[in-house]
């Protein structure tokens, strides 16, 4: 049984939903990723979505693409996220870490190489989100030769023929994207996320993630009732860019505080 | 030639390794869509028709296949014919398929176009066909080219388009699609996009090919009728690659027809400033698409540069990537101070100012054009007029514009 799979199992037998949050690795340096990693865990983390930087993020907003410039300029590459992994992994061994990013840097480095080199680091899965199922020849061999888990997008526009490839070739959890729209919009709509949601428990067996303009507590308190894992990205990043002069103290004490309030939020969902 | 080239891409938009739908879900279903429409409307008489008529009455087609007698003798070797391109209405092959793209936009339903754009033509070009059919256009444009353009910007606000000027990234076309990409997954319902090269997720790269294979149909039946024989050789400047490819393609089974696509070379090849994967280049994943693309060994695209903003990207079309590998295709580079000396020959001998893009083709021409016989025929794709590039030329040349 994967990392993930084992968390999922042990949140449910005690009604908990999880919170996973976004930063990119190396955002708003090199040397802070880890230290943050483990501050997200610290303030109620069940798990850590860690983007890779890539230089032509077209599937995020504003805040994300000016993360992941800021990393760029220290040229943070995939090595170094996979470093950045593996030092996490000296103190933490519990906590699932997933990479979110795009297949370029991937196919860069080779399907192979890359999946052996995340699998010895101590990644638990990858999510590629220019990398659709269809596409998936020799990727998904290469992830699961190497026992990590497969993590694919399910959109409010995916039709019912494409659900039962996600559920065939994922695995892990599916990650529900909450909107039509980049990272960090502002349309979230829980009636409409509710009824997709719905559709999608009697399609599929994994557990579903739900992510995509979750701002605040009221928003992730929400999504809780629905989903097995709420994801949180560029409310988080948006504290990292606000306080990326100042030291990494100040960083942490924002990113706490809104970790706090969404993990308060989740636990009341969790609660009723 | 045992390549069957009708039968490429595959039904999943594989051209050999390359092409391919490397997109966000939320695009997944619209890209279907679009190709499930298209795949019926390719083959309908009532919409070839329409498509048709379009392009003579509104367009302009067919365009002339011109002699440039006097620019051909000052090479002293073969006969040099001009594809003239830059006579359709907008002035370049773009709206060839934008044309096409429009009434596809229409049968769906949707009401709102976006795009995107490098040198302003394929703005302009979206730009016009959506002021025609009444629909709503926002065309994405790298603020630097913004700058650069400046006609083409002034253009598209007179037809009604909102132009976003791209601030990200490199501020060039390759940050205009990002752009363009994460307006379409927002308003993925009502919106069409009209990609402006043969390049992104299928089924843009054989879509855009087929709206553009125009010029190479019209230009076949013109070579023959006045030389009575096929070209020896082709040439057409790449960027995304529309232009060429539209003049390529029917000549792809015509063994005896060499095929030179020209790059932008910019500083030279060895500077690494330059916008030229196919030459200088790996392959990789970009904007939908497997192709050869300017990447850093990290999988990180760099930086391009060409003094033409149209070439100035730093992927190819898919297509382009598999004729190189297969060798159909040759793939050569022009600088930036060849594609000026281009642009000053074809102006002075000619009497034709072409775009700073065209002029990379026409430099090309410079070169092959004394190594081969006063009988033979080269076609060079005359994709653009010059007109937009006034700003830059004027700041190079030294004169007031």
């Known amino acids: 049984m994967s990392r993930i799979q084992k968390k999922f199992e042990a949140l449910k037998a005690q009604g908990k939903t999880a919170l996973i949050p976004y930063i990119t690795a190396g955002d708003p340096n090199p040397n802070a990723t880890v230290s943050l990693m483990h501050l997200l865990v610290s303030k109620g983390a069940d798990m850590i979505e860690l983007g890779v930087p890539f230089s032509d993020p077209m599937a995020d907003g504003p805040v994300i693409q000016k993360a992941v410039e800021r990393a760029l300029k220290h040229n943070v590459s995939l090595d170094d996220v996979l470093e950045y992994v593996r030092v996490f992994r000296e103190q933490d061994e519990h906590t699932p870490v997933i990479l979110m990013g795009y297949l370029n840097p991937i196919e860069a480095e080779g399907y192979e190489a890359f999946s052996a080199a995340a ?47 996600v559920n065939e070739k994922g695995s892990g959890f599916v990650y529900y994207v909450s909107l039509k729209g980049v990272t960090g919009s502002s349309e979230l709509n829980a009636g409409d996320v509710a009824e997709q949601v719905n559709r999608l428990r009697g399609r599929l067996s994994l557990p579903i993630g739900i992510g995509f303009g979750i701002r605040n507590g009221e928003a992730a308190f929400e999504m809780a009732q629905l989903g097995d894992a709420v994801i949180v990205g560029s409310a988080l990043v948006s504290l990292i860019e606000a306080n990326a002069h100042e030291d990494l103290y100040e960083v942490e004490l924002a990113l706490g505080k809104k970790m706090t309030e969404f993990r308060a939020a989740i636990d009341r969902a969790d609660a009723q | 030639m045992t390549v069957d080239f009708s039968k490429f891409p595959n039904e999943h938009g594989h051209f050999g390794p390359y092409g391919g739908i490397f997109a966000p879900e939320t695009l997944m279903a619209a890209l279907e869509q679009l190709n499930q429409e298209y795949q019926s409307l390719k083959n309908d008489s009532a919409f070839l028709s329409e498509l048709s008529d379009d392009l003579r009455d509104y367009v302009g087609r067919p365009t002339p296949l011109y002699y440039a007698q006097r620019w051909s003798e000052s090479l002293g070797g073969a006969k040099i014919y001009l594809k003239r391109e830059d006579l359709n209405h907008t002035g370049a092959h773009k709206v060839n398929n934008t044309i096409g793209q429009a009434l596809l936009a229409k049968r769906l339903g949707k ?24 629909l709503e256009c926002v065309v994405y444009m790298g603020a630097d080219d913004v700058v650069r353009q400046a006609p083409n910007v002034a253009r598209m606000k007179m037809l009604g388009a909102k132009v976003v000027a791209v601030e990200s990234g490199t501020r060039t076309l390759k940050d205009a699609l990002n752009e363009a990409m994460r307006d379409w997954v927002t308003n993925v319902d009502d919106t069409f996009y009209i990609i402006g090269t043969v390049a992104g997720p299928h089924p843009y790269p054989a879509m855009v090919r087929d709206f553009q294979a125009v010029i190479g149909r019209e230009a076949r039946q013109q070579v023959l009728e006045k030389e009575g ?92 990537a598999w004729l190189k590998d297969i060798g159909r295709a040759n793939y050569v580079a022009i600088d930036d101070e060849e594609a000026l000396q281009g642009f000053r020959d074809l102006t002075k001998y000619e009497g034709i100012i072409p775009a700073l893009e065209t002029s990379h083709a026409i430099a090309y021409a410079t070169k092959l054009a004394p190594t081969m016989d006063k009988d033979q025929v080269i076609i060079v794709n005359l994709s653009g007029r010059g007109d937009k590039d006034m700003n830059t030329i004027a700041q190079i040349e030294g004169f007031e514009f």
């Open chain 2, 111 to 134: 009401t709102r176009i976006i795009a995107e754009t490098g040198a302003g033509q394929h703005g302009v070009a979206s730009a016009t066909v959506a002021a025609r059919l009444g």
């Open chain 1, 119 to 165: 699998q010895s680091v101590g990644v638990d899965a990858v999510l590629t989100v220019d990398m659709p199922p269809e596409e998936s020849m020799g990727y998904l061999e290469a992830l699961q030769g190497a026992g990590l888990d497969r993590v694919y997008l399910v959109s409010p526009t995916t039709p019912e023929s494409r659900l039962a490839a």
């Open chain 2, 229 to 320: 024989k096929l070209p020896d050789a082709l040439i057409a400047c790449v960027g995304g690659g529309s232009n060429a490819i539209g003049l390529f393609h029917e000549f792809l089974p015509d063994e005896g027809v060499a095929i030179y696509g020209v790059e932008a070379a910019g500083h030279g090849l060895e500077t690494g400033q330059h916008a030229a994967p196919l030459c200088a280049g790996t392959p990789g994943v970009l904007h939908g698409n497997r192709t050869y693309l300017m990447q850093d060994k990290n999988g990180q695209i760099i930086g391009t540069h060409s003094i033409s903003a149209g070439l100035d990207y730093p992927g190819v079309g898919p297509e382009h």
